[in-house]
């Protein structure tokens, strides 16, 4: 792969935005044939920066979307993008963005992303609720952030994350990426992850905000037993009913385990 113009002299990197630039053409290579774009693919990439995935993105699909918020940087990419394809930016705040509106019956959503840290999980939860456009999500995100997302129950990891990830999408932990890969150098390692929306759920949910509720509720009290969190909502029979130790901790459920007691709890949980 060519070495494409990303680093204009004079833009100095914003904190507040959670700028922190690839540099790295080798790192940047592995990370495109990881995504393994392919021409008329609805590919969206989130925080194009300086156009370090941008450029050998439009390079072979021909056209991109993405989403920026700072508009120093937008009018850099206006300058810069066109001898590598059509690059379509969406000025504004990826938090609020209507993901929806860019995608097509037959082209569902490719978004990619090396994620501004401060909102990363926020943003995934936004993403949530257009998982019926998506097709797959390619995300640099911090290290810690992956693993929480790909945790398996039983670990100090396990948590809120894991669970409504999890329970939407199949989660890949691809690799890792070292803080000197990027301008300015971040404190953390990198890592970056595929989330695939699940096709089928593992089970039938009878409500998914009760389901929201329930997982964010017992894992405020992780340290508590099931039986104690949810004592106004279910008793020690109705717990145990579902194959489900009443002492149990919550990092010790399965996703099922989960799902049984959402469905089981008849009044709304606040
Ligand atoms: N993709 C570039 C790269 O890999 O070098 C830049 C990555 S940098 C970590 C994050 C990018 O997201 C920046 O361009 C930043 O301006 C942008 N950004 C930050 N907050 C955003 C938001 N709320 N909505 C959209 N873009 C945002």
New binding site residues.
């Given amino acids: 792969m060519s070495a494409y113009k990303?680093s204009p002299d004079n833009h100095q990197a914003?904190k507040r935005?959670?700028?922190?630039?690839?540099?790295d053409q080798n790192i940047?290579n592995k990370i495109i044939r990881a995504i393994n774009p392919k021409t008329s693919q609805n590919i969206v990439?989130?925080?194009?920066?300086?156009?370090?995935?941008?450029y050998p993105l439009l390079d072979i699909l021909g056209q991109l979307n993405a989403?920026?918020?700072?508009r120093d940087?937008i009018q850099l990419l206006n300058q810069q993008s066109a001898r590598y394809g059509k690059l379509i930016i969406h000025e504004?705040?990826?938090?609020k963005?209507d993901f929806h509106q860019l995608a097509h019956a037959n082209h569902k959503l490719r978004l990619v992303?090396?994620?501004?840290?401060?909102?990363s999980t926020p943003?995934i939860f936004h993403l949530l609720s257009f998982l019926g456009d998506i097709e797959d999500m390619h995300f640099?995100l911090q290290k810690e952030v992956v693993q929480r997302m790909s945790a398996e129950p039983n670990t100090k990891t396990f948590g809120r994350l894991s669970v409504m990830l999890q329970w939407y999408c199949d989660v890949d932990y691809l690799f890792d990426i070292p803080a000197n890969a990027?301008t300015p150098a971040p404190k953390v390692v990198s890592s970056l992850v595929r989330l695939r929306p699940k096709a089928e759920p593992l089970t039938v949910l009878n409500n998914p905000l009760q389901f929201s509720r329930l997982v964010n509720r017992v894992f405020q009290q992780r340290r508590k037993t099931v039986r104690n969190t949810l004592k106004n909502y279910l008793t020690e029979d109705n717990i145990q009913a579902l194959g489900i130790a009443p002492t149990a901790r919550p990092e010790t459920l399965s996703l099922i385990d989960f799902a049984a007691l959402s469905n089981a709890i008849k009044d709304d949980i606040h």
């Avoid at 990439?45 to 941008?54: M, N, R």
């Avoid at 992303?113 to 909102?119: A, E, Q, S």
């Fill in positions: 990303n914003r935005f959670g700028q922190n630039f690839l540099h940047i990439e989130i925080g194009p920066g300086q156009g370090a995935l941008s989403v920026e918020i700072d940087l504004g705040d990826a938090l963005f992303g090396n994620l501004p840290y401060n909102i943003l640099m990027f």
